[in-house]
T-cell receptor, first 111, second 118 residues
Framework: EDQVTQSPEALRLQEGESSSLNCSYT??????LFWYRQDPGKGPEFLFT???AGEEKEKERLKATLTKKESFLHITAPKPEDSATYLC????????????FGKGTKLTVNP | GAVVSQHPSRVICKSGTSVKIECRSL??????MFWYRQFPKKSLMLMAT?????????EQGVEKDKFLINHASLTLSTLTVTSAHPEDSSFYIC??????????????FGPGTRLTVL
């Protein structure tokens, strides 16, 4: 069974204090690993898709990396507007189209 | 871009009534759309997978007669909550897949619909 574990559950940073969020996964053949950002009362907003180990993608202050067992979302010099819950999900090659989500990391960036 | 809209964003209804939620992919065609439910401070729970022109596939434990899904076109899927009860109150979110199955299949999510059943 595909599984995703995100850590930490919650993270508080000061503005400008860089850090990383972790997403560990087990999947029977990875078709894709996805990062989303979700604000309270909103649907998830797509950030990145990673397909193979060694792949990296960047967008503004965010950088996502992927290994065979985990993915990191690096946040460089965060701002208060980066506060949100960050969700990681995987899609396996088991034939199902079902995304398996982690429970998310709630990030709070204080000014 | 890949924009998905939902309507309505909020709905309050009386117990026993039915509520329809629309999900549209605005700038791409989506052969597959997904319906999720999210409880407070919890992650998303997949309810069903909807393929254009065919019957939806429901996850275990989801009542297909209660949550009717129709995917009549490549840009529109609807979820109808029939005979709603207070326990159906939740945040419902749809997503649409851009790309073919097995290829580059990223799901893009709508903004969600808050359903409150009195």
């Amino acid at each position: 069974e595909d599984q995703v574990t995100q850590s930490p559950e919650a993270l508080r940073l000061q503005e400008g204090e860089s850090s990383s969020l972790n997403c560990s996964y087990t999947v029977s053949g990875l078709r894709g690993l996805f990062w989303y950002r979700q604000d309270p009362g909103k649907g998830p907003e797509f950030l990145f898709t990673l397909y193979s180990a060694g792949e990296e993608k960047e967008k503004e202050r965010l950088k996502a990396t992927l290994t065979k067992k985990e993915s990191f979302l690096h946040i460089t010099a965060p701002k208060p507007e980066d506060s949100a819950t960050y969700l990681c999900a995987v899609l396996g090659q088991g034939g199902s189209e079902k995304l398996v989500f982690g429970k998310g990391t709630k990030l709070t960036v204080n000014p | 871009g890949a924009v998905v809209s939902q309507h309505p964003s909020r709905v309050i209804c009386k117990s026993g009534t039915s509520v329809k939620i629309e999900c549209r992919s605005l700038d791409f065609q989506a052969t597959t759309m997904f319906w999720y439910r999210q409880f407070p401070k919890k992650s998303l729970m997949l309810m069903a997978t909807s393929n254009e022109g065919s019957k939806a596939t429901y996850e275990q434990g989801v009542e297909k007669d209660k949550f009717l899904i129709n995917h009549a076109s490549l840009t529109l899927s609807t979820l109808t909550v029939t005979s709603a009860h207070p326990e159906d109150s939740s945040f419902y979110i749809c997503s649409a897949r851009k790309g073919l199955a097995g290829v580059r299949d990223t799901q893009y999510f709508g903004p969600g619909t808050r359903l409150t059943v009195l």
